[in-house]
């Protein structure tokens, strides 16, 4: 889609609803920072830059980023070159001996083969390929995402259509199956076709063994009552049915139009549930057991309700729950993540009892902490902040659901469980920021794997190079792939003995010699202090292609505070991959910084952000963005503009509105505006359950009055994951402000909004308001196709 020629604010109205704004004097050249003129590339080839540097154009220029590593049966099945020339391997462990699977040109020749026409890798996109050495089958993604199977001949066959789905859950022995008709559940004895109902009184509000319709299968067909796969879980023994009863009366419903619908010259409008955090009745879940091999005999069947609290549920999935050695396990989150609990019951009476609870003011934050089963230890295992840091707890009966035993200890945080040893003597766990002084001092959020002794002791670091450690341990322990870097070395992946961390083999080096060719500027790390002038804080600085340090650059943030999170690359593939390398070509300093608020540094760190998201880290990106322009004067703080994504986009409208002397301009896509209308899960986890007072507060319509810069809006129209409503409800509060607003609404665009016409407004809007140039001009205007006759009337 091309933009048209008119000036850029009048341009957006098009596509949106938006408001002209004066535009800049444009300069023909820039000014070094002595005042001289300086030749600089013309806006045409910085924009072909910015292309270039972009998503899989730019992944195109690297070798071996991510060897995208699987053990298989006896063996390890990776990658090396990239996506425009991949080869696949199988290592054999035993002899550590290699050999070539398959290959791009491989798979291409074999679509091309199926399909009878040339398939091009743009065509084909290609991913998740995957390798059984028993069947000797490759298994891939391709197209829209169909599955696809590669036999040893060479030839590939689809096996599954990309919007496949089992409706039905077939029992483990393969010879009953559950149905769903009509919000109930049904028992099919497949031999005979015998039925029995296991439910009878289901409704649409109230369901039995249906999840709440996301918009993506209401869209995907249609209708507001899409067919759903049934939820439930068989017992391993195949006797019981584990499912649960969804109940949507009183919640508030939201509603949607899809303008330009494929295939339709009418829009169509949808209602569907939405769990949202402003919403005072959300949807809930009961659990049930049901004897199915008891109502197959007797023609009848009982409900046997699991004897815990309903639950809120806090997105549009399925509760959490499972067997275990014959019993239910049920993980139970309280609204509001005040507390966590998980529950065995007996399938039989229902019977229940809580076997673990967490309980951290002041919430629960679920994306630093987490509970799972470990069975083969006699317990649970519990990743907790309950010391403000994020350490690993061994819970059995014999400690009680409050108590447990810590397996870690210390100012550093347990971020996964990779490993439980065969023996049970040991497990092995991914933490980050173990080792930040002396000796082989490293970056807090590079991470590492150790090997953890359940008895006690100290721990053994399998990872010990002072770099990031992405890592993966196969399933009996023995072997660890490890691909290491930082974002200023190369990725190294090697193969690691799984007891003692020692490197075996090495199994591919990255290389970006051929993106270097082109005159690309590699990121910068950048460590400085919060605006308390104490906390250090790290960011990321990304220059342009053909950098000149004689020259005034303005800057560029590209923010995403979200304290369940971290923004700041630590990989070295992860710092090539980011929007900011094409961002910067336009001619800007893109930063990225990690201010407090954020993850990864224990509770401490992330605590100013408790139900502080409008101004948490706003003025530890300022401070850093000062201290970052005080060790390089070409970068101009009176120019300053910021763009993100979702919470980045809540972010970057943020960034503007509350500091408009700094922020000038602002891309918001996507954006969270009013954290009542989101998810409920993200905004809660990190305001709990708020007061409308509190929501209010954080709220950008609340500040919108303080916009004096330029600030666009982007959405799309059937975001599935932050409502629409959010960007419109931000631009009708900037109009009722007496402010200016830009807006964009791209037409059956979801979350994600980057297309090719997003990025071309993205950096005009910078352009133009930022840089005080023109864009490039558009191609030229293509003749109109001829008038189609209508029906007389």
Same mark, same amino acid.
């Given at each position: 889609m091309r933009a048209s020629t008119l000036p850029f604010a009048k341009s957006i109205s098009l596509v949106a609803l938006a408001w002209a704004v004066p535009m800049l004097t444009v300069t023909a050249e820039a000014r070094d920072t002595r005042g001289a003129a300086a030749a600089v590339p013309s806006i045409d080839a910085r924009y072909a830059d910015a292309e270039k540097y972009l998503g899989s154009a730019l992944g195109d220029l690297i070798d071996n980023a991510?060897?995208?590593?699987?053990?298989? %049966?006896?063996?390890?099945?990776?990658?090396?070159?990239?996506?425009?020339?991949?080869?696949?391997?199988?290592?054999?462990?035993?002899?550590?001996?290699?050999?070539?699977? &398959?290959? &791009?040109?491989?798979?291409?020749?074999?679509?091309?083969?199926?399909?009878?026409? =040339?398939?091009?890798?743009?065509?084909?996109?290609?991913?998740?390929?995957?390798?059984?050495?028993?069947?000797?089958?490759?298994?891939f993604r391709a197209f829209d995402g169909a599955l696809w199977s590669l036999d040893a001949a060479g030839k590939a066959l689809q096996v599954e259509a990309a919007d496949h789905r089992e409706m039905d859950l077939a029992s483990p022995d393969g010879k009953t199956k559950i149905v769903a008709r009509d919000f109930n559940l049904y028992a099919v004895d497949i031999a005979s076709g015998r039925e029995v109902a296991l439910t009878?009184?289901?409704?649409?509000?109230? =369901?039995?063994?249906?999840?709440?319709?996301?918009?993506?299968?209401?869209?995907?067909?249609?209708?507001?009552?899409?067919?759903?796969?049934?939820?439930?879980?068989?017992? =391993?023994?195949?006797?019981?049915?584990?499912?649960w009863?969804?109940?949507?009366?009183?919640?508030?419903?939201?509603?949607? &139009?899809?303008?330009?619908? $494929?295939?339709?010259?009418?829009?169509?409008?949808?209602?569907?549930?939405? /769990?949202?955090?402003?919403?005072?009745?959300?949807p809930q879940a009961t659990r049930f057991v049901v004897d199915v091999r008891q109502a197959l005999r007797k023609g009848k069947a009982q409900i046997v309700p699991i004897q815990m609290p309903a639950e809120s549920l806090l997105y549009p999935a399925p509760p959490d729950m499972?067997?275990?050695?014959?019993?239910?396990?049920?993980?139970?989150? %309280?609204?509001?993540?005040?507390?966590?609990?998980?529950?065995?019951?007996d399938p039989q009476t229902g019977a229940a009892r809580i076997v673990v609870h967490e309980a951290v003011k002041p919430v629960v934050t679920v994306t630093s902490s987490m509970i799972f089963p470990a069975p083969e230890l006699g317990g649970e295992l519990s990743i907790s902040e309950r010391t403000g840091w994020a350490q690993l707890y061994l819970v059995t009966p014999d400690l009680g659901p409050d108590g447990g035993k810590a397996l870690t200890t210390g100012a550093w945080e347990v971020l996964t469980v990779d490993n439980v040893a065969e023996d049970k003597a040991s497990l092995v766990v991914t933490g980050v920021g173990r080792e930040t002084s002396g000796e082989g001092a490293r970056n807090?959020?590079?991470?590492?794997?150790?090997?953890?002794?359940?008895?006690?002791? %100290?721990?053994?670091?399998?990872? *010990?190079?002072?770099?990031?450690?992405?890592?993966?341990?196969?399933?009996d322990g023995k072997w660890i792939v490890d691909q290491m870097s930082s974002p200023t070395t190369p990725t190294r992946a090697v193969l690691r003995e799984g007891a003692t961390g020692l490197i075996v083999k090495e199994l591919a080096r990255a290389d970006d010699s051929r993106l270097r060719g082109t005159g690309y500027t590699p990121p910068e790390p950048f460590k400085g202090v919060a605006a308390d002038g104490t906390t250090p804080i790290y960011g990321m600085i990304?220059?342009?292609?053909?950098?000149? =340090?004689?020259?005034?650059? /303005?800057?560029?943030?590209?923010?995403?505070?979200?304290?369940?999170?971290?923004?700041? $690359?630590?990989?070295?593939?992860?710092?090539?991959?980011?929007?900011g390398n094409s961002v910067a070509q336009i001619g800007a300093i893109v930063v990225m910084i990690d201010g407090t608020g954020t993850s990864r540094r224990g509770q401490k760190f992330r605590l100013p952000a408790f139900q502080n998201l409008g101004e948490v880290g706003l003025d530890d990106h300022i401070a850093l963005i000062r201290q970052m322009a005080a060790k390089y004067p070409y970068m101009d703080v009176n120019r300053v503009g910021v763009f993100g994504g979702s919470a980045g986009g809540y972010d970057t409208a943020r960034f503007v509105l509350r500091r408009p002397d700094f922020f000038k301009v602002g891309v918001a896509s996507?954006?969270?505006?009013?954290?009542?209308?989101?998810?409920t899960w993200w905004p809660e986890v990190s305001m709990g359950y708020a007061d409308e007072a509190t929501w209010e507060r954080n709220s950008n319509m609340a500040v919108a009055g303080q916009l004096k810069g330029h600030l666009?809006?982007?959405?799309?129209?059937?975001?599935?994951?932050? $409502?629409?409503?959010?960007?419109?409800?931000?631009?009708?509060?900037?109009?009722?402000?007496?402010?200016?607003?830009?807006?964009?609404?791209?037409?059956?665009?979801?979350?994600?909004?980057?297309?090719?016409?997003?990025?071309?407004?993205?950096?005009?809007?910078? &352009?133009?308001?930022?840089?005080?140039?023109?864009?490039?001009?558009?191609? *030229?205007?293509?003749?109109?196709? *001829?008038?189609?006759?209508?029906?007389?009337?």
């Open positions: 991510d060897v995208a590593p699987r053990f298989v %049966e006896g063996g390890l099945f990776y990658r090396t070159g990239n996506r425009l020339e991949q080869h696949y391997h199988l290592l054999d462990l035993a002899s550590q001996q290699s050999r070539e699977i &398959t290959s &791009t040109a491989a798979l291409l020749a074999a679509l091309t083969a199926a399909k009878g026409a =040339p398939v091009s890798i743009d065509d084909a996109r290609i991913a998740d390929v995957d390798y059984d050495p028993a069947q000797g089958e490759v298994r009878t009184d289901g409704t649409r509000e109230q =369901p039995y063994g249906r999840s709440i319709p996301e918009l993506s299968d209401i869209l995907r067909e249609g209708t507001e009552e899409p067919a759903m796969p049934v939820s439930a879980q068989w017992s =391993p023994d195949g006797r019981y049915l584990l499912s009863r969804l109940d949507t009366r009183a919640v508030k419903k939201l509603s949607i &139009t899809q303008q330009n619908p $494929p295939g339709s010259f009418y829009p169509r409008s949808f209602s569907y549930v939405y /769990p949202l955090a402003g919403a005072e009745k959300l499972g067997w275990l050695d014959g019993k239910v396990r049920a993980l139970w989150t %309280e609204r509001g993540y005040g507390q966590q609990a998980v529950y065995l019951a807090p959020y590079w991470r590492a794997l150790y090997r953890v002794p359940i008895a006690g002791g %100290e721990l053994t670091e399998l990872t *010990p190079e002072p770099l990031d450690h992405n890592a993966q341990v196969s399933p990304y220059r342009p292609a053909h950098f000149d =340090p004689g020259r005034s650059y /303005p800057v560029i943030d590209n923010v995403y505070t979200g304290p369940t999170t971290t923004d700041v $690359p630590a990989t070295w593939s992860d710092a090539r991959r980011v929007a996507s954006g969270n505006h009013d954290l009542r209308l989101d998810k666009l809006l982007v959405h799309g129209d059937i975001d599935d994951n932050v $409502p629409i409503t959010e960007s419109y409800r931000l631009a009708k509060a900037l109009m009722d402000a007496g402010r200016d607003v830009d807006l964009i609404v791209m037409p059956n665009a979801t979350h994600n909004v980057y297309r090719p016409f997003f990025w071309k407004k993205l950096r005009d809007y910078f &352009t133009q308001y930022l840089l005080g140039e023109t864009p490039p001009a558009l191609g *030229p205007v293509q003749p109109a196709k *001829p008038a189609v006759a209508t029906a007389a009337h």
